[in-house]
């Protein structure tokens, strides 16, 4: 079936918003629907839609890998909670790292954690929910890159191998199939979510561990969460795209109170950027380089070494898996 683009410009919030509503309630009638919250732009517009569509017949289930931010998965529950959603949390950090144990290639690493996500955790959500159906927040730029090979679409289940029918016993609808990430924050805004989701940064897939070079560990997650955290704080009032932290795999010499530290390297990574197609390090003042690398040694115990990266995508990417 050709999916046709419904391109920003043309979008009439109201009219699609009213029109989707309708068309979830007469696809599920009086069964139950079921979807998975990530917190964001595309999983919690989703959410809202099928919310507003179906009430307490869409169970929601918010997932924790154990590589989210800090303080993020429970911020996205009770956020929800204000806007009369109750989203069911699912503690399944220790699969997702037993899963993770000893792989180091980037993309084993990420095959890890999607086939974790859809054939360990989700799946049994999904049949013991009772649901006919599966709401998923796939938009037409997943659909594009899936059909020209250029990614492997974590939330695109067909390509992943997924027959939803036999796996899950679900039928999927995907609301958002015909908007682009902009046109989906405009349905965020018109559905009344806050500023903080509808304008959320993009954050990946893997969480934390597209931000780790070499073995997931629970140690290193903490790291790169503590190194995450300062650096968001430190570049929050700076107009950029996207701003991260990557733990490095090997470690370095360093020096603390004339003793020898051998410890952690942190790389810090700030995006300007339209699209994440093409994008250029932000041009930060030093000052604002020399606070992060005196908060990082200082309060994230292990590392000895930050550095910032002045390379441009392509080739880099954004993120470092
Ligand atoms: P890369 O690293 O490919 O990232 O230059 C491009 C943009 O996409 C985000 N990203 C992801 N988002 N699942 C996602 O939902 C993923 O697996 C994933 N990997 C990267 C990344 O943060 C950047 O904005």
């Given at each position: 079936m050709e999916i046709k683009e419904i391109r920003l410009e043309e979008l009439?919030?109201?009219?699609?918003?009213?029109?989707?509503?309708?068309?979830?309630?007469?696809?599920?009638?009086?069964?139950l629907a079921v979807n998975a919250l990530s917190g964001g732009v595309d999983s919690s517009t989703v959410t809202m839609l099928g919310h507003r569509a179906l009430g307490d017949r869409l169970?929601?289930?918010?997932?924790?890998n154990g590589l989210m931010r800090e303080g993020e998965t429970e911020s996205i529950v009770s956020r929800f909670k204000n806007l009369g959603?109750?989203?069911k949390l699912v503690d399944a950090k220790e699969i997702f790292f037993d899963r993770l144990k000893g792989l180091r290639d980037p993309e084993e690493k990420r095959e890890a954690i999607t086939q974790t996500f859809y054939k360990d955790?989700?799946?049994k959500i999904v049949r013991n929910s009772g649901a006919k159906y599966l709401l998923q927040g796939t938009n037409y730029t997943d659909v594009e890159e899936a059909v020209k090979g250029i990614k492997r679409q974590h939330n695109i289940l067909e390509q992943l191998g997924i027959d939803t029918e036999k796996e899950y016993e679900c039928k999927v609808i995907e609301p958002l199939i015909q908007l682009r990430?902009?046109?989906?924050?405009?349905?965020?805004?018109?559905?009344?979510?806050?500023?903080?989701?509808?304008?959320?940064?993009?954050?990946?897939?893997?969480?934390?561990a597209a931000r780790i070079i070499g073995e997931v560990t629970l140690e290193k997650v903490e790291i790169v969460r503590k190194a995450t955290k300062i650096v968001e704080e430190e570049l929050r009032s700076t107009k950029i795209f996207q701003c991260l932290a990557i733990l490095h795999e090997d470690k370095v010499t360093g020096v603390r109170e004339g003793k020898r530290d051998y410890g952690w390297q942190v790389e810090v990574?700030?995006?300007d950027s339209k699209d994440a197609v093409m994008a250029s390090p932000t041009r930060l003042p030093y000052d604002i380089l020399d606070r992060l690398a005196e908060r990082i040694t200082?309060?994230?115990?292990?590392?000895?070494?930050v550095t910032y990266n002045i390379t441009k995508k392509p080739p880099l990417t954004i993120e470092a898996l």
């Open positions: 009439d919030p109201k009219k699609f918003v009213e029109e989707k509503i309708k068309e979830i309630s007469s696809i599920v009638g009086d069964s169970k929601t289930y918010f997932i924790d959603v109750n989203v955790v989700f799946n990430k902009p046109a989906i924050r405009e349905i965020a805004k018109f559905l009344g979510l806050p500023e903080e989701i509808h304008n959320r940064p993009p954050f990946p897939g893997p969480g934390l990574r700030c995006w200082g309060e994230v115990v292990g590392v000895v070494s």
